[in-house]
């Protein structure tokens, strides 16, 4: 893989058209489909908070590359926020209730990870009140390693060519961006905890939190989906265990290469354990640069942005 290259991260004010897009926008895979389907009802509400405690955090940051860097990734989640939020709209639009799950995700975020998580006063002390901004950059960073491994899985895939090139690209466009800022939120808390906590001991223990929250969000986005589609396959899959929806996804993944197999994301994931793990190593920029120059939506906001 080739190492990232330092360069000023930019947003690019996408804009997409999901009028024409089908709801099976991945043809005949409706686990596929509707996995990914869950992900525009959970990004919103996760890379808003991703903003909210980024700019908490910006007065800690002494280092100003990272201060750049982190700035350019605000601006960067707050476009795929916006995007993603569409195309909550394009499910409602083809008859699915979005709000049951969309407010799983609100909880945690809001509630579960907010500033003062289910009102706990003792957080609005100054000394635990920075440590738990701390450790939630610290949980964003974990988070940011599957966006990472799912950015780089997607750049690698082929399959998704045979899918609808507006929903596609959609994916596409924001992953690529995954992999070209991957390394920001670990470095942010690397940085931040060299005085304030163990950095190896905290992003184990806060991996083990975010992986099983990861895998169990990510199904229960494809359930609540799939029991509302006429799709007996879907219907089925709606009431599997997450045990089974894991083997499913392996299944699925295997045969179609829709999705990454549950043993792809485990694999990508054992390298975090290392104490000299750096996300660095796990993405290749140059090539999720060389697809955003040729992303229709991406190419459009440049030329868009050029005009002014």
């Known amino acids: ?36 389907n869950g992900i525009n009802l959970l990004l919103p509400a996760g890379e808003l908070w991703f903003c909210r405690v ?45 709000d049951t799950y969309r407010r799983k995700a609100e909880w945690l975020f809001e509630r ?17 009140e920075k440590r738990w901004l701390i450790a939630r950059v610290g949980i964003i960073a974990a988070i940011e390693h599957f966006t990472g491994l799912l950015g780089q899985w997607c750049m690698d895939n082929r399959s998704w060519d045979r899918a609808h090139p507006v929903m596609a690209d959609l994916f596409r466009w924001h992953l690529a961006e ?81 999705v990454p197999t549950f043993s792809f994301i485990v694999r990508k994931t054992l390298p975090w354990v290392s104490p000299r793990f750096h996300p660095v190593t796990e993405g290749d920029t140059q090539q999720a640069l060389d697809y955003l120059a040729r992303s229709p939506a991406a190419r459009a906001a440049a030329a868009r942005d050029g005009l002014h």
Not at 57 to 62: D, S, T, W
Not at 74 to 98: C, V
Not at 119 to 127: S, Y
Request: overall charge positive.
């Open 112 to 128: 579960f990870l907010g500033d003062a998580p289910f009102g706990v006063p003792a957080l609005k002390r100054p000394l635990l």
């Open 178 to 258: 995954e992999v070209e800022h991957r390394t920001v939120a670990f470095d942010l808390f690397a940085h931040l905890c060299r005085t304030e906590l163990g950095f190896y001991a905290s992003r184990q223990a806060l991996m083990a939190i975010v992986f099983p929250l990861f895998l169990y969000f990510l199904a229960e986005g494809g359930r609540a989906l799939g029991k509302q589609d006429k799709n007996a396959y879907a219907q089925w899959l709606s009431r599997r265990s997450l045990p089974r929806m894991l083997l499913e996804l392996e299944r699925t993944g295997r045969r179609t290469e829709n």
């Open 54 to 98: 980024y700019n908490q955090a910006l007065p800690l940051v002494r280092d100003a590359q990272l201060r750049a860097d982190v700035e350019g990734f605000i601006r960067q989640e707050a476009i795929h926020a916006r995007s993603h939020a569409k195309a909550e709209q394009f499910l409602q639009a083809h008859g699915l209730d979005t």
């Open 1 to 36: 893989m080739a190492a990232a290259v330092r360069h000023q991260l930019k947003p690019r004010r996408v804009q997409f058209d999901f009028q024409d897009v089908p709801l099976h926008w991945i043809p005949d895979d409706p686990l596929a489909t509707h996995l990914i």
